[in-house]
């Protein structure tokens, strides 16, 4: 089991929400128990033990067949998804817009930075590497930090010419428009040797789009 080396005192913060170009972002933190934590790594870990070439996006390790895998820590991903159900809610009120909760669940799967060379890693930074990506086909994106050595790696989102940086601070959520153009802050190989980045997206859309995929 792998054990979190880093302690820190209970974060105070439970969820906070702001407006960026005309989109709402929403935060929240503490999501789940140390123990939840622990079982979808190792879950996510025995998924990526698989050496398939497949399983790398870019530089970053991701699983492929998350969602078809047999579970062995059935309890945390019932958490889990409890947890991005509240959340869920939590980000239709605050939006003031119903139609929100008509979004479903399409889509979710990990990725895992922590082995990847110097050179990889120098790519990622340019904006032409193809890192900086939308999920246009989807509505709503979360992304969850299971793992992160620091809350500075979190997510770029760009939108009408601006860019903000998200924190990515380890366990909590971001809650973000997938059709807007973002990417992951990764740590660099050095110190995500030592502590790796981790993180869990879901993406949600609305049952007519599947009409026409």
């Not at 991903?77 to 939590?90: Q, R």
């Not at 817009?97 to 340019?126: D, F, H």
């Amino acid at each position: 089991m792998t054990e979190f080396n880093i302690r820190y005192p209970d974060d105070p913060r439970t969820n906070l929400n702001f407006d960026f170009c005309g989109n709402r972002i929403y935060r929240a933190y503490n999501v789940l128990t140390e123990e939840d934590r622990q079982g979808l790594i190792e879950e996510i870990e025995d998924e990526l033990s698989v050496n398939d070439p497949n399983n790398w996006d870019l530089s970053v390790e991701a699983t492929n067949n998350l969602c078809n895998r047999k579970l062995k820590n059935r309890e945390c991903w019932i958490n889990f998804f409890k947890m991005v159900k509240t959340h869920f809610y939590n980000y239709a009120k605050v939006t003031n817009n119903p139609k929100i909760l008509e979004l479903k669940i399409q889509s979710y799967w990990a990725k895992r930075m922590k082995g990847v060379s110097e050179q990889n890693y120098a790519e990622e930074l340019y904006i032409n590497y193809g890192n900086s990506h939308s999920h246009d086909n989807f509505d709503l994106g979360l992304i969850y930090y299971l793992k992160n050595p620091s809350r500075i790696y979190g997510t770029l989102i760009e939108n009408r010419g601006r860019e903000i940086i998200v924190p990515g601070d380890e366990n909590s959520i971001l809650f973000h428009h997938s059709n807007i153009n973002h990417q992951p802050v990764m740590p660099p190989p050095v110190i995500a040797k030592e502590y790796y980045r981790c993180v869990i997206v879901v993406d949600f859309m609305h049952p007519e789009k599947l009409k026409y995929l």
